[in-house]
């Protein structure tokens, strides 16, 4: 676990936010950012040592993620991050074949000269930033 760049500690858990919330963001984050890759085993002790908390909210919070599918609970190894087999991403894949071409035919539909502009205006900036894409 610390290989990975935990936010710190619970001084940046939001005023509304519960300990619960704040661990569960924090780990849906690094789930979704890749830093918690498919079949990482989640040991709630490590997680709540990393997070500066109690082992509660980080039960709490892989119960909520396991509901969510971004966890399944192994009974041999405990809270281990989801990881699609082959069926499931081929499904993923299929559907993502359907969807994106329809999702640029609405853009294309819905696009000015405004949006074209601002567009243009964080292009240059990133290019100038040297901000390169993982694609």
């Not at 939001?14 to 990482?40: C, F, H, M, S």
């Not at 192994?74 to 069926?87: F, K, L, M, T």
Request: charged share 25%; with cysteine; glycine share 6%.
């Amino acid at each position: 676990m610390d290989e990975l760049r935990w936010p710190g500690t619970l001084s940046h858990l939001n005023p509304r936010q519960t300990t619960v919330e704040y661990v569960k963001d924090t780990l849906r984050k690094a789930i979704l950012g890749g830093e918690l890759v498919g079949g990482t085993r989640l040991v709630q002790a490590d997680l709540a040592a990393a997070l500066e908390t109690s082992t509660t909210p980080v039960r709490e919070a892989l119960r909520d993620l396991t509901s969510e599918g971004l966890i399944r609970s192994d009974p041999h190894r405990g809270s281990v991050v989801y990881e699609p087999n082959a069926y499931e991403l081929d499904e993923i894949y299929q559907i993502c074949r359907v969807l994106e071409p329809l999702a640029i035919r609405h853009a294309v539909e819905h696009i000015d000269d405004d949006l074209i502009f601002r567009l243009q205006k964080l292009t240059n900036a990133c290019s100038t930033s040297g901000y390169r894409s993982s694609g």
